[in-house]
C-alpha cells in the first residue's frame, strides 16, 4: 500500500509542478493582455487615432503566439483538458482583444478560424475552442455600448449607426444558429 500512495504522491507532484509553471506563464500573459486592453481603451478618447492604436495593438500579437507555444511545451497536448482551466480566461480576453481590434478595423466580426491562425498552436496543439471564442466575442457588445457613448459625446453620429447594424447582424446570426 506504501508503494501504491508513493506513486500517487509523485503523480500529484508532478501535476502540482506543471500548475505552478503554467500560473507562471499565464501570469505573463495576463500582463500582455491587461497591456493590450489598456492600448485598445484609447479609442474611446481618440478616435481619429484608431487605426494606429490597432497596429500597436497587433504589435504584441506574437507575444501570444509565443506563450500559447510555451503552454503547449509544458503540458504535452495529452494533458490539454487537464489544465485547460489554467489559460482559458486569458484566451478568453485575448480573443476580445483580436476581434474588437478587427471590428475597428474593419467593421466585421474576426472568425473563429482567423483568431486560431493569430494565436497559433501546433496543428495537433492547443486550439481555440469554439466556447471560448463566443465567450471572447460576447465580450464585445458591452465594449461596442460603451463606444457608441463615447462617439456620441465626441460628435461623432456615424459610428452608433455602424455600431448598431453590427450588433443586429450578429444577434440575428446567433438567433439563426442557436437551435443547431
Keep these: ?13 508532478l501535476s502540482l509542478n506543471i500548475k505552478e509553471n503554467l500560473k507562471v506563464h499565464t501570469r505573463e500573459w495576463e500582463s500582455t493582455n491587461r497591456k493590450m486592453t ?30 500559447v507555444q510555451e503552454i503547449e511545451e509544458i503540458i504535452g497536448m495529452e494533458s490539454y483538458y487537464r ?7 486569458q484566451i478568453q480576453r485575448t480573443i476580445f482583444v483580436m476581434a474588437y481590434v478587427h471590428w475597428l478595423e474593419t467593421r466585421e466580426l474576426l472568425n473563429h478560424q482567423e483568431i486560431q491562425k493569430i494565436i497559433g498552436g501546433s496543428e495537433n496543439g492547443l486550439q481555440v475552442e469554439v466556447e471560448d471564442y463566443l465567450t471572447g466575442v460576447s465580450y464585445i457588445t458591452g465594449e461596442l455600448s460603451r463606444l457608441c457613448v463615447n462617439a456620441v459625446i465626441a460628435k461623432n453620429y456615424s459610428l452608433p449607426g455602424e455600431i448598431s447594424t453590427f450588433a443586429k447582424e450578429l444577434h440575428k446570426y446567433v438567433a439563426n444558429n442557436s437551435d443547431s
Design 1 to 13: 500500500m506504501e508503494t501504491l500512495f508513493a506513486e500517487y504522491n509523485q503523480e500529484l507532484q
Design 38 to 67: 489598456g492600448l485598445v481603451q484609447q479609442v474611446h478618447t481618440r478616435f481619429q487615432e484608431g487605426e494606429s492604436i490597432c497596429e500597436k495593438v497587433k504589435e504584441i500579437y506574437p507575444q501570444i503566439t509565443g506563450y
Design 83 to 89: 489544465y485547460n482551466f489554467c489559460w482559458r480566461n
